[in-house]
Every structure is written in structure tokens, then in C-alpha cells.
């Protein structure tokens, strides 16, 4: 079993935030394949399970803010009995222009206090990922509120095509796997693909 994770704020305030993406891609993932999450007060989370390619998953979105993702994630992971290897997070870059996205197989947390978050409570950097671009980088001091601003205009138009691109490649990874999937993905610019 799969565990998908999409990373984000909880809550109206936070719902169309840059740092929300991860929340806004797993939650399109869940509706295309009819996916209906609820809330679980066990793991402080929205989780639903199904299939995707012939793959069995749970999507879930931490209700924990942010900074303390990493709680959620391990109890689902220890509850589901599944090791940090079933683990497939997809979350906002600040490093990675918008429109850019990057598949990584494992590694540090590169200054994302979510990725932190999970890498403390779970033990390990052994996760694979899909880093989604919101760049581009304002410079580390201003971080923290560019992250929970809302996308400006130009980038709301695209959106949509981040998205569905996004749930492209993480169909592509659960059938090919992440060596595959880094080939094809990483070094496209959603923005300029027809």
C-alpha cells in the first residue's frame, strides 16, 4: 500500500495559499478516483482510501498545520503497519520556479518545515517525494509569508495545468517508479508545454 501525502494548512484562511499545494493536488487526486477522505481524530488527519493504477493507496492531508505534519504521517504509517519506504509526500518548493516540478527519491528537508516535520517523527529521509514549484525564491527572510500568500492572477490561470499535470506524473510514478518518473518530469516547464 501506497500512502500519498499532500502537505498543507488546515482550514479557509489557509485553503488558497502557495504552501496549500499539496493539500490542492492530493484533494484533485482523490476526486478523479473517487476517493472520498474523511476526518480521523486517530491520526489527526483527512484520509481516504482506493486505488489508483491498479495500486492500492491512502491519500491523506494532516490537519496538524504544517510544522507538525510529521505527527499525522507516523501514525499512519505505524497504524497501517507500513514502513517510511510506502511513503510518497507531495508538497510546495519554494526553491523550484512555479510551473516547474521535481521528483526526488529521498533527502533532506531543504528548509520545508513540513518535510522537517516528517523526517523527525518518522526516523528517516527515505521517502520518495514530488516537490511542486511556487518560486520564484523571495530569498530565506522572506519565507515564511510568501509561502501564505495566495497565487497572483498569472499563476491562478495555471493552475488547473499544474495540477493535472502533477496527477499525471504521480499516476506515471505509482506504474513506473521514481527513476522513471524523474526522467519524465523533472526537467519540464509546465508553463511553456502546449
Request: net charge positive; with cysteine.
Amino acid at each position: 500500500m501506497l500512502v500519498i501525502v499532500g502537505l498543507g494548512n488546515p482550514g479557509e484562511k489557509y485553503k488558497n495559499t502557495r504552501h496549500n499545494l499539496g493539500f490542492k493536488i492530493t484533494g484533485a487526486l482523490a476526486e478523479k478516483y473517487s476517493i472520498n477522505g474523511k476526518y480521523s481524530s486517530k491520526f489527526d488527519a483527512l484520509t481516504g482510501k482506493g486505488e489508483i493504477k491498479g495500486r492500492e493507496v491512502i491519500i491523506v492531508q494532516p490537519q496538524t498545520y504544517m510544522n507538525l505534519s510529521g505527527k499525522a504521517v507516523c501514525s499512519v504509517l505505524n497504524w497501517h503497519k507500513l514502513d517510511i519506504n510506502n511513503l510518497f509526500v507531495i508538497f510546495d518548493d519554494v526553491s523550484l520556479d512555479f510551473g516547474r516540478i521535481r521528483f526526488r527519491p529521498d533527502g533532506s528537508a531543504g528548509g520545508h518545515n513540513g518535510i522537517k516535520s516528517i523526517i523527525s517523527c518518522c526516523g528517516g529521509e527515505k521517502f520518495a517525494r514530488l516537490k511542486v514549484g511556487i518560486g520564484p525564491n523571495p530569498g530565506e527572510h522572506l519565507w515564511k509569508s510568501y509561502v501564505l500568500q495566495r497565487f497572483c492572477e498569472q499563476e491562478q490561470k495555471f493552475l488547473p495545468k499544474v495540477t493535472d499535470i502533477c496527477i499525471e506524473a504521480v499516476e506515471f510514478y505509482i506504474q513506473n517508479g521514481i527513476a522513471a518518473a524523474r526522467n519524465e518530469f523533472n526537467g519540464i516547464n509546465i508553463l511553456q508545454e502546449s
